[in-house]
């Protein structure tokens, strides 16, 4: 297949609103695609690796300059002048094959296969080296370019397509292209990825195996399931009533720290983020502890690891390590195991996803039986180092349904919640004993209860740099929450205080790591980064294009476990102003 053809895609999707003729144009572009599939799945998102797989291409912004540059001859300050004027590289790209002043004698055709396979092929390269390589790889690909074929080439490579596809297009798109396009096949490839996190393995199983493909899908030891999210409950009385219908529900404390998926299979263990990023190398603490305290031959637990210190972490009275502290150690590279003397953790664990067996399906009181039989409490030694596994604390309550939303909860789940403010966690989670695990799904069957109105977590979606002392720093932050509808995200507000400067730092080197396009001193971002900010209260705006504006927002803290379609939705942010 050409690459010239799914250009010719790129375009049409790139010249409609509509989220239905996107659908559309996919599921005939996924039917033609022969045994391509796999590769026009992920090169339409600008994707080139599935979600739990480690590999980045490390493409930046200036690399692709020089890559441009090498391969038509333009000098880097009129690239540079064109970027100010278009916003895009792949824009630039695309005026420079058009504006060349150097010429290949000998060009090789360009086809889906090669562009993919060479892009791909970055991320491998290491050492002495290896960003030349980058350019040098980049540029080839664009040396036989037209200027349509060097935009997407470009965009690919830095991983934002600006077609208007998400998870959401792609999805129905699969159900219309090889099942009937129903709300039942929809659902089908929803569940499908819920547990595979691949669409290339969806789109491929649809098409050669129907929806009864689909549903032998399952969970797959070391490969990451999306985590089954909360939604927040606005009193004790209100999430009792709406997580058990039925009577009973089980509260448990809501920890502060990151959710960890651990995957055994015999002496084999891997960790996962709730982003599915692996993170075994960076807790080998908690590996020693699974493999001493997990007694399934085979298991996928859910938990939440935490950090204490080190003076504290071996008696009763623990003492939770500022987040901030915390996840320093989900990034550290050299030094792991001193890190994990200064900061310990604790891995509470909530849930049993698979132990031999996927339950899934199985009510959470299953779960919770066969997570208790999957492993015993292992003592935490930060001189070891070892870390902490147990169970997170919990009750069982019986609750009336008929009762009122503001009817005096039982005294066992206030007592727990109480416990858990004072020893410094965030509240309760009120859990169905009888709901199905359901990954990916913010469910009204786990609801998530703390003491205040919760601060909003919210993508950096552009950012511009500060003045004076900070000058150097990207200290003005847009920020967005996630349309759920629309699969975009808006508006709702600029960020300017709250951090310090050596916060400030950090959070301006990863920024730029994410750049696409510049004016001036301003910058539009790949929306990847999730913030926790407080605020004073929303207001009514036009000014940004959710409609609403927060008023005085405030840095908390950088959510480095949270995917951006994690941040808190727009629906959220309605919610919130309608009840100030």
């Not at 500022?322 to 590279?333: H, M, N, T, V």
Request: with cysteine; proline share 4%.
């Amino acid at each position: 297949m050409e690459y010239a053809e799914l250009v010719g895609v790129y375009e049409r999707l790139a010249d409609t609103d509509s989220n239905n003729e996107k659908r559309d144009i996919l599921a005939e572009t996924f039917a033609e695609a022969g045994d391509l599939l796999p590769l026009v799945v992920k090169l339409v998102r600008g994707r080139l690796f599935a979600a739990h797989q480690r590999e980045e291409l490390g493409v930046s912004s200036s690399l692709t300059l020089d890559a441009i540059s090498k391969s038509t001859g333009v000098s880097e300050s009129a690239l540079r002048e064109q970027w100010r004027e278009t916003g895009d590289l792949g824009d630039v790209a695309a005026w420079a094959v058009d504006n060349q002043t150097q010429q290949t004698l000998f060009s090789e055709s360009l086809t889906v296969e090669r562009v993919h396979d060479s892009i791909r092929e970055i991320a491998s390269f290491e050492g002495d080296g290896s960003q030349q390589r980058r350019v040098d790889e980049i540029a080839g690909l664009l040396a036989d370019a037209d200027p349509e074929e060097a935009r997407y080439i470009v965009r690919t490579a830095l991983g934002h397509m600006r077609v208007g596809i998400g998870e959401g297009t792609i999805r129905d798109a699969i159900a219309v292209a090889f099942l009937d396009g129903s709300d039942a096949a929809v659902d089908a490839v929803e569940r499908a990825y819920q547990v595979t996190n691949d669409y290339r393995v969806v789109a491929e199983t649809a098409r050669e195996e129907g929806r009864d493909g689909l549903e032998q899908l399952d969970v797959e030891l070391f490969r990451p399931v999306q985590v089954m999210l909360a939604e927040k409950g606005e009193s004790l009385g209100e999430a009792l009533a709406d997580a058990a219908p039925d009577g009973t529900a089980v509260a448990e404390v809501k920890y502060d720290g990151a959710r960890v998926q651990i995957h055994k299979h015999g002496d084999e263990i891997r960790l996962f983020t709730r982003r599915l990023e692996d993170i075994t190398e960076q807790f080998p603490d908690v590996v020693a502890a699974v493999r001493e305290g997990v007694t399934a031959e085979s298991a996928i637990l859910d938990g939440e690891l935490v950090g204490y210190t080190p003076e504290t972490v071996e008696g009763d009275d623990r003492d939770p390590v500022p987040f901030q502290r915390f996840s320093q150690r989900i990034k550290r590279e050299d030094g792991v195991e001193s890190m994990a003397r200064e900061v310990p953790v604790v891995a509470h664990l909530f849930d049993c996803l698979y132990d031999g067996e996927t339950l899934i399906e199985r009510p959470f009181e299953t779960r919770i039986e066969r997570l208790e039989a999957s492993f015993e409490d292992v003592s935490v030694r930060p001189d070891e180092p070892r870390a902490g596994l147990e169970h997170s604390r919990t009750v069982r309550a019986e609750v009336d349904p008929q009762a009122d939303d503001e009817a005096d909860p039982p005294e066992a789940v206030t007592d727990l919640y109480r416990e858990a403010l004072d020893a410094g966690h965030e509240g309760l989670m009120i859990k169905n004993p009888t709901a199905t695990y359901q990954p990916g799904t913010r469910v009204g069957r786990m609801l998530k209860v703390k003491p205040t109105m919760e601060p909003l977590d919210l993508v950096v979606s552009r950012a511009i740099y500060s003045e004076g002392r900070r000058s150097d720093w990207l200290g003005r932050l847009y920020l967005a929450c996630y349309d759920d509808d629309a699969e975009e995200f808006r508006e709702v507000g600029r960020l300017s205080t709250g951090y310090t400067d050596e916060e400030l730092e950090e959070l301006t080197d990863r920024l730029e790591e994410l750049i696409v396009s510049r004016d001036g001193r301003a910058v539009e971002l790949r929306p990847e980064v999730v913030l926790e900010v407080e605020y004073e209260e929303i207001q009514r705006s036009e000014e940004y294009d959710s409609g609403y504006a927060l008023r005085f927002p405030r840095f908390l803290r950088r959510r480095e476990t949270l995917d951006p379609t994690d941040a808190d939705s727009l629906a959220r942010v309605e919610r919130l102003y309608d009840e100030q």
